[in-house]
Structure formats: C-alpha cells, structure tokens
C-alpha cells in the first residue's frame, strides 16, 4: 500500500490537475503538473508537487500524537508582460486553493483530518527563454492521530471510533452485571455520517479490550435520514458507575455483516456527546503536590450546575511495541463521581452523575448544590481496564456573590 505522503502528493497533483477555464485564471491544467519539483519548467503553464516536510506532535499521552505533512506546489505561469504574468498567477493561486480547500479532507476522510492552503510566495521571473512568473503554494495537511486513545485496537482497518458513556450510575448494587444497552448515533454527527458506508456495515461495537460485541441495528435505520441505533446484548456492566465502550466506523472494505440477533429488554442508554473541552479543565492530573486540598479551584454559586473536564488521556500504561498499528494498552472501564467534605463525606446532591461523558482524553463530570461559603472536593474516580484506580480531584467553592453593602 502507498504511503500516507504519497497518497497526498497524488491526490494533490489530482485536484490541481483541473480546467480552470471558467475560473479566475483562465487556465487549462489538466496536462500540465507532475510531482516533483523543478527548477525550470518545460513549458507553460506549469505545476509541480513537492514533498517538504513532516513534523509531529504528542497529545495527552505518548501513545496519542498528530503528523502534519507540509507540501508546496510551484506553479508557473506566462503573459506578455511582469504584470500580466503575476496578476495571472494570482488568480491561479486562487483556482487551486479552492479547489483544494473544498473538501478539507482531499478525499482521504480515512488519512487527512484537515487541509490548509497559502500563498508562501509570489515574484516574476525570467525562466530561460520562456518569460513566466512563477509561485509557491504551500499545503499543510494534518493527519489523522496514528493512535487514537489508550487501549487495544479492534481492527487498524477501522480508521475511527468514538467513545460512549453507559450509564448505569442509578441501576444495580454495584456488582458487575449483564445489561442491554441502546446507542442512538446523533444526526448532526458529520464525521460518522460522512465517513461510513451506505449499508452501515462498518458501524460496529467493541469492548475496552478490543473485543467486538454482540450488537444489532435497531429496526428503521436510515442512511439517507441519518437514523440509526445500535443495540448491545448482555454488556458486562459495572453498575453504580458509568461505563465505557466504543463505536468503531470508517472501514470500506468491510462487506460482511458483523451484527447478530439480539433480544433487548430495558436498556441502558449509551451516550455520544460530540463537544469539547472548554472552560473548567483540570489538567495534569498526575502532577500532584503533596497539599491537603486540590491546586484546581472553580467556584460557583448554589444554584450553579457546572461541567468539569478532567483530563485522563496521561493516566495510562502505553505498549512498547505498536499492535494494529498502535501503542494503546489501558483505557477507562468505568468511572464514579463523588463530592467530599472537609470530613471526607460524600453527598449525591452535588453532583449528577448522569451527565458523566467521555470526551476522548477527558471526562465531563457535572457539579451542583453546596452550601454558600463552603469548599468541597469534587472526585473524579478511574478505574481502567489494567484495575488502577485513580482519583483525580478539584475544588469546588460554593459562593453566593454580593454586594458588601
């Protein structure tokens, strides 16, 4: 299989390899660009795809990280005079950015998460015999994470996959327990729906281990309506928590049906909350000074219902060695929210642990109530499929602002 930087250096040369006739340049360039850069060009007009380089960038843990490959198109363009020739390429500039920059994944959903386009350079040159003024487009393409999160891979074909909250924070004893649980898939979710087959078929459920579930498609899921639920049979489910699994998508070539037979009776429901992290976020959880209370501080009124965002992506063991394709080993099995006194007494009034969500790295747990004038220490609790268990704090001081007179 061709490389990612070879798939993008093609589909660029593609893309700009276009009539722009009817565009702002005017230009034919359907016979005219080649990969590889040149010095001076065989005839006009002209372009060429130069490779320029790759950096990449860690995210929360080092087994999560971005590459972002840089490429320049050097187009060549003639005309009677300096003017004339800059004012031309300009316009063709123009073309080719937006053509590149309609469809921001190029057409390589599974690879490119984004494209970015700009003029590095402009000048009029004399190549030769042949009067041309040249420019430098430059392309920054960001690449999909080679390892998206923390845990076994199902399948490295499957080039997405998002987490989902199953609450079973109000059912059960606190025991592991078989439970149905139903997905509904949002409709305003671009990225699934733009990204998985027709016939869903490469929609599918997978455990924190890796390991596909038994799940279904409920009755009346619609591509074309962008309706679909998926249903799971008997999930081992830590009750009194709020627990994790994945829906994998983004797959192709997966022509088989992978769902079975299910008989669902009282279901949990298994959230996908599509936002990110913003405003209250407790960051570097592991990097605790040895204090008595929490260093992160947020304060609200009584009446205030708050989300907080606790980072989690740095919490886990990675594989020294990638499996399909990635370096994920550990990731969250359940999660318990919990708000401490001064006396380390937990109070279920403030805090609702129904609003638990996954965020990929993060987990939003939502506080409320208090006592005006008091502080108390919200806990988001972690236990992960390798049995750590992590408690990741803040505080919370409850403050009922007014005026001194």
């Known amino acids: 299989m061709a490389s990612r930087t070879r798939q993008i250096a093609e589909k660029i040369k593609q893309i700009i390899s276009a009539d722009f006739s009817l565009g702002q340049s005017g230009i034919d360039m359907r016979t005219s660009v080649q990969i590889g850069a040149i010095v001076e060009p065989p005839y006009i007009p002209f372009a060429c795809v130069s490779f320029a380089q790759a950096t990449s960038e860690y995210g929360q843990s080092l087994g999560r990280y971005k590459i972002t490959n840089t490429f320049e198109i050097y187009a060549f363009v003639g005309g009677g005079d300096v003017e004339l020739r800059t004012i031309t390429a300009m316009d063709l500039v123009e073309d080719m950015v937006e053509a590149l920059c309609t469809d921001r994944q190029i057409g390589l959903s599974s690879i490119v998460d984004d494209i970015n386009a700009h003029l ?200 020294a060695n990638p499996y399909n394709a990635r370096l994920g080993l550990e990731d969250i099995h359940y999660i318990n929210i919990v708000s401490l006194d001064n006396n380390g007494n937990n109070d279920t009034n403030r805090y609702d642990e129904t609003k638990t969500r996954f965020l990929g790295g993060y987990v939003r747990a939502r506080a409320k109530g208090g006592s005006n004038s008091t502080d108390y220490a919200l806990v988001c609790r972690v236990v992960t499929s390798e049995t750590q268990q992590i408690d990741i704090r803040c505080l919370i001081q409850v403050r009922d602002q007014l005026p001194s007179s």
């Open 120 to 319: 590095l350079q402009r000048m009029a040159i004399d190549t030769g015999s042949k009067e041309s003024a040249s420019v430098i487009l430059r392309c920054k393409c960001t690449l999909k994470a080679t390892q998206g999160s923390n845990m076994t891979w199902y399948d490295s074909s499957f080039k997405q996959r998002k987490a989902v909250a199953v609450d079973s924070s109000a059912t059960g004893d606190g025991t592991v327990q078989q439970k149905d649980v139903e997905i509904q898939i949002p409709v305003d979710w671009d990225l699934f729906w733009n990204n998985i087959r027709s016939d869903m078929l490469d929609v599918i459920c997978v455990d924190i281990e890796g390991t596909i579930l038994s799940f279904a498609r409920k009755a009346g899921a619609s591509f074309a309506n962008r309706s679909l639920t998926l249903q799971i049979d008997d999930l081992d489910t830590k009750t009194l928590s709020v627990n994790q699994v994945y829906v994998y998508f983004a797959n192709p070539d997966q022509s088989s049906d992978l769902s079975v037979s299910v008989s669902i009776v009282g279901p949990l429901v298994g959230y996908i909350d599509l936002s990110r992290p913003s405003g209250m976020i407790v960051s570097q959880p592991m990097q605790r000074p040895p204090t008595s209370e929490p260093q992160t501080a947020f304060v609200k009124a009584t009446t205030d219902e708050i989300d907080v965002y606790f980072a989690v992506g740095n919490i886990f063991n990675v594989r």
